[in-house]
């Protein structure tokens, strides 16, 4: 039986420790995932949401492993491309001198930088059509883009 028994609301637990492993898991076994692609919704599930109630030492790795998780499964992740985009745009935040740029404040500079790096690796895939391409990589940039306006 290849069954992942993943319960779907352990992203609302509150333990951070139980959630950090259940995510380094993903990435340590993501050549499992290569074969088994289906599962691929719920790790998405699990790593896009919730995590914003962890101590920030956790959401820097979390941020990491995605990024990770990302690069491994870049093939596979390419359906999901522009779900995964917009749901990392709010966390896709600019601070300039402790002022923030957008709402976003629970992450680092540091803890967004994965995040550009595994969005970059799927936008870039070239198993992304380009319609999509053209979709998801606005989503992508467009904090860039105001944090530039911003700091004129």
């Known amino acids: 039986n290849n069954n992942v028994n993943v319960n779907n609301n352990v992203n609302r637990s509150q333990e951070a420790a ?3 492993i259940i995510c380094e898991c993903f990435v340590r076994y993501s050549v499992f995932f290569q074969k088994h692609s289906q599962h691929i919704p719920i790790c998405l599930r699990i790593l ?3 995590h914003n109630i962890y101590p920030s030492n956790v959401r ?5 492993l995605f990024c990770q998780f990302a690069k491994t499964l870049r093939k ?3 359906p999901y491309a522009q779900s995964i985009a917009q749901s990392l745009s709010p966390i896709l935040t600019l601070r300039l001198e ?13 803890d967004i930088l994965p995040l550009y790096e595994a969005l970059g690796a799927l936008v870039g895939n070239e198993n992304v059509p380009p319609e999509q391409q053209r979709i998801v990589i606005p989503e992508i940039i467009h904090p860039l883009v105001q944090y530039s306006n911003w700091s004129r």
Do not use: A, K, V
Request: proline fraction near 0%; include cysteine; glycine fraction near 4%.
């Open 98 to 110: 402790g002022n923030l740029i957008n709402t976003c404040e629970l992450y680092s500079f540091e």
């Open 48 to 50: 896009l949401t919730q």
């Open 76 to 78: 596979e992740l390419c």
């Open 18 to 20: 139980t959630f950090l």
């Open 60 to 64: 820097s790795r979390i941020c990491y």
